[in-house]
């Protein structure tokens, strides 16, 4: 009777530590995607934030010197920024309006001065 309440308890312990490792694995898969996909969006911002600049240090002539074709945006012919979904830019009086959407993820307004 003794032996059998052993292995009765041998057999709970190792059902739930296996409930309790399986979830552990599931919960770290999960957080390790996140955390991936998190960077990913980091990483975008920064290439939106390095192009503002640019754009903002080249400021003059921007429309004409911008060119958005093929999910590839140009400057004076040369690659700017890659895996843009859309782009527009317009011309006011003081500044240029763009607006940038890079992988389906990431959207952004902005003003530069002229």
Request: charged share 25%; proline share 0%; hydrophobic share 40%.
């Amino acid at each position: 009777m003794k032996n059998s309440f052993t292995v009765l308890e041998i057999i709970l312990s190792v059902l739930i530590s296996s409930i309790v490792i399986t979830n552990t694995a599931y919960f770290s898969k999960e957080l390790f995607q996140t955390n991936k996909d998190m960077q990913n969006i980091e990483i975008l911002k920064l290439d939106l934030l390095s192009t503002k600049i640019f754009l903002q240090k080249n400021n003059l002539d921007l429309k004409k010197n911008l060119i958005y074709k093929y999910n590839t945006l140009y400057f004076k012919g040369n690659i700017l920024l890659q895996k843009v979904n859309s782009f527009s830019i317009l011309k006011k009086d003081k500044y240029y309006e763009v607006s940038i959407k890079v992988n389906s993820r990431v959207k952004e307004h902005w003003n530069i001065s002229i």
